[in-house]
C-alpha cells in the first residue's frame, strides 16, 4: 500500500518535470538517429570462417590470409550448427562450380573482412587455375608447331609433286581448326569463374555497424538515463528533509526501496519500446526476435540502474558530484559492453567485462534481436542481472539505516 | 501521577569522537508543551532524532510511549516537522498532504476530512491545489506542520516551526498548540524565538550537551533573577 503511494509519488514528480522527461525519451533518439547516419566504421577483426566442399587450395589461401581462420566441415549442417552456436562467422560452400557464402552478419566489419578474404582467395586460385591452363595451351602450341614443322619438312621432301600447295592447305587448316579448339579450351576455364551467392543470417548487404551497436545502445540508454535520474531523485529526497520525515513515517525502508523501483520500472518500460518502436520504424533496424522480451531484458537492466543509482547516491553530497559518477561508472560500462569487440583485448581486460551489468544485457538483447533466439535461453544472462539486482536492492534497504536505524 | 510520553534517562549521544549529548535527563508528560531552547549546536536536532529512533543513543535510554526507541509502529503516533521544509515541489499542497498521510496510515476514508483539517489550521485551505513550487516561504512552513498535524498525532516534535511565519499566523498556531495540549496530546518543541518559550509549560535549556536547566519559564526567571526567558538563556549560556 505504501510502496504504491510511493510509485505513484515518483512517477508523479516525474511526469511534471517534463525537460527531464523529454530528456529521456528525445535524447536517445536524437542519438541514434546521428549515431546511424555517422557510424559507417570497420575495425580490424578476426574472423572464422566455415568451409564445407571448398577445394584445398582455396582452404589453404583463405587462410594465409591475415585476421582469418579457416575451420572445414564435412556437412552444411555442421557447419551451420557452428554458426549458430558463433563458433565460425560465416560458411563457404561449393556447390558445383559455384559458391554459396552465408553470413552471420552480427557484426558488418567481420562480413566485410570475409568477403575481402574470399574474393582475394578465389582470385588467387582462378590465377593459378589460369596458369595451368596457359601451360596447357602453351604445351599444345608447342605440340602443333612440332606437328607444323613435320609437316614442313614432309612438304619439302614431296617438293617435286603439284598436289603439295592441296595438302599443305589441308594440313594447315587442320592445324588451324586444333589451335581454335584449344583456345575455346583455354577460354572456358577462365570464363568459369564461379557464380557467389551471397546469404545474410542477420539483415542485409546494407546492415551497417550501427546494428550491431544497437542493442546495446539501447541498453546503454535505458541504464544512463535511469541511474542518473534515480540517483538525483534519491539525493533530492536526502538534501531536501523529505527523505527524513518520509522515515519519520511508519513506513518501511524497502516499501520506499520498491516504490522507486517500480515507479521507475515502468519509466523504463516506457522508454525501452519509444526505442524499439524509433530503431523499427525510423531507422529500419530488422529485429528478428520478440520485442517483448527485448523489454522485459531492458527491465531488468533498468532495475539493476536504479538500484546502482541510488545506492551510489548515498556516496554523493550534491547533484553535481552524483554527475561525476558518469565517467567512472556508465563510461566503463560502455567499453567493456561489447560495442567494442571483446575477443581483441587482453585477457585481463576481457576478465573485467563479467562484472559489467551492460554486458549481460547486451549480450542477450543482441541475441534476441539479430538471431532471433528465444528469451528462453536466455537464463544465464537473465539469472547474472537477477543477481545484480538482488544484492544491490539488499545493500540499499540495508542502507537506508543510516537515516533510520529501524 | 501525570503519564510520561517521552522519557529521556541519562541519555548520551556520540558520533565518531564527537559527543553530541553527554547527559539529557527529560521528561514530557501528557498534556504538555516542552521547549528545547540552546544555542546553535547543542543537540537539539540530535536530541529529536534519538527521540524519533533515527539515532540509537549510545548510553542513557530514550522511551516515548513507554517504549524503547527505535521502534518503526510508534511513528504512527507521532507527528513530526523537521527545520528543513521537506515538502515535494513538483506536487501540490493537497498532494504532499495526501503523500504524507497515506504513509502515516490514514485511512482512506478520513483523508480527505484530515486534509481538510490541517489546511484549515495553517491557513492554506485556499491554496491547496496549487504546486508548493509556487509557494512562498511561510506557505511551505505552514504546509510542513499541516503534514506533522495529519491524523491528530498524541505527540508532536516540532523543531522550529515558526520560522519565517508572520506575528498573526504564528498566534494562531500557539493557539492551536494550546488547544492541542488542552486535548491531552504532548508537544516537545525546539525554536530560537525567546517569547515562544515563555508560552511552553517547561523549558529546557540545552547547552554543551546537557540540560543546564529545566522548569517553568516562570520559575526559571525567578532562578537565574531576570525579566525574560531570552535574559536567562544569556546568562546561562555567559556562566557556561
Known sequence: ?406 | MTQAIIELNHLAKKFGNQTVLKDINLTLNKGEIIGLIGPSGAGKSTVIKVALGMEVASGGSAKVFDTVMPNRQLLGRIGYMAQTDALYEALSGRENLKFYGLMKGIAKADMAKEVAHAAQVVDLTDDLDKRVAGYSGGMMRRLSLAIALLGNPELLILDEPTVGIDPALRRQIWAELGSIRDEGRSILITTHVMDEAELVDRVALLLGGEVMAFDTPVALKQQYGVDTIEDVFLKAEGVE
Open chain 1, 1 to 406: 500500500m505504501r510502496t504504491i503511494g510511493i510509485m505513484n509519488r515518483v512517477l508523479k514528480e516525474l511526469f511534471r518535470d517534463k525537460r527531464t522527461l523529454a530528456l529521456m525519451f528525445v535524447a536517445p533518439i536524437l542519438v541514434m538517429l546521428l549515431m546511424s547516419v555517422i557510424f559507417n566504421t570497420n575495425s580490424t577483426t578476426n574472423v572464422n570462417v566455415g568451409t564445407v566442399a571448398v577445394t584445398q587450395k582455396l582452404n589453404k589461401e583463405m587462410g594465409g590470409i591475415k585476421h582469418v581462420d579457416v575451420k572445414t566441415y564435412d556437412t552444411k549442417a555442421d557447419a551451420k550448427q557452428a554458426l549458430q552456436d558463433e563458433k565460425i562467422d560465416a560458411i563457404i560452400k561449393k556447390n558445383g562450380n559455384n559458391y554459396d557464402l552465408t553470413y552471420a552478419n552480427t557484426d558488418s566489419s567481420k562480413t566485410a573482412v570475409v568477403k575481402m578474404a574470399f574474393k582475394n582467395a578465389v582470385t588467387a586460385t582462378s590465377i593459378d587455375q589460369l596458369k595451368s591452363a596457359l601451360k596447357k595451351s602453351t604445351t599444345g602450341m608447342a605440340k602443333l608447331q612440332a606437328q607444323l614443322q613435320a609437316m614442313q619438312k614432309q612438304q619439302a621432301a614431296m617438293s617435286a609433286s603439284t598436289q603439295t600447295t592441296g595438302a599443305t592447305a589441308a594440313a594447315k587448316k587442320a592445324a588451324s581448326t586444333k589451335s581454335t579448339s584449344t583456345t575455346t579450351a583455354t577460354k572456358s576455364t577462365s570464363q568459369k569463374t564461379p557464380k557467389i551467392t551471397n546469404h545474410y543470417v542477420y539483415g542485409d548487404k546494407n546492415t551497417g555497424y550501427f546494428a550491431k551497436m544497437l542493442p546495446i545502445l539501447m541498453g546503454f540508454f535505458v541504464f544512463f538515463f535511469v541511474f542518473l535520474i534515480s540517483g538525483m531523485a534519491l539525493l533530492k529526497e536526502r538534501t531536501t528533509g523529505t527523505l527524513d520525515r518520509l522515515l519519520a513515517t511508519p513506513v518501511k525502508r524497502s516499501s520506499i526501496v520498491f516504490g522507486y523501483m517500480l515507479s521507475y520500472g515502468i519509466l523504463a518500460v516506457i522508454q525501452t519500446i519509444v526505442i524499439v518502436l524509433v530503431t523499427v520504424w525510423l531507422l529500419g533496424i530488422e529485429v528478428v526476435g520478440n520485442m517483448a522480451s527485448v523489454v522485459v531484458i531492458n527491465l531488468l537492466l533498468a532495475l539493476v540502474a536504479l538500484a546502482f543509482g541510488i545506492l551510489l547516491s548515498t556516496f554523493a553530497n550534491s547533484e553535481f558530484q552524483m554527475m561525476q559518477f558518469i565517467p567512472l561508472v556508465v563510461i566503463p560500462q560502455v567499453f567493456f559492453s561489447g560495442i567494442i569487440p571483446l575477443d581483441s583485448m587482453a585477457d585481463w581486460v576481457k576478465d573485467i567485462s563479467y562484472i559489467i551489468p551492460l554486458k549481460y544485457s547486451g549480450d542477450a538483447v543482441s541475441d534476441i534481436i539479430m538471431r532471433g533466439t528465444s528469451i528462453f535461453s536466455e537464463g544465464w544472462n537473465i539469472l547474472v542481472l537477477l543477481v545484480f539486482l538482488v544484492v544491490l536492492t539488499i545493500l540499499n534497504v540495508v542502507g537506508l539505516r543510516r537515516y533510520r536505524k529501524v
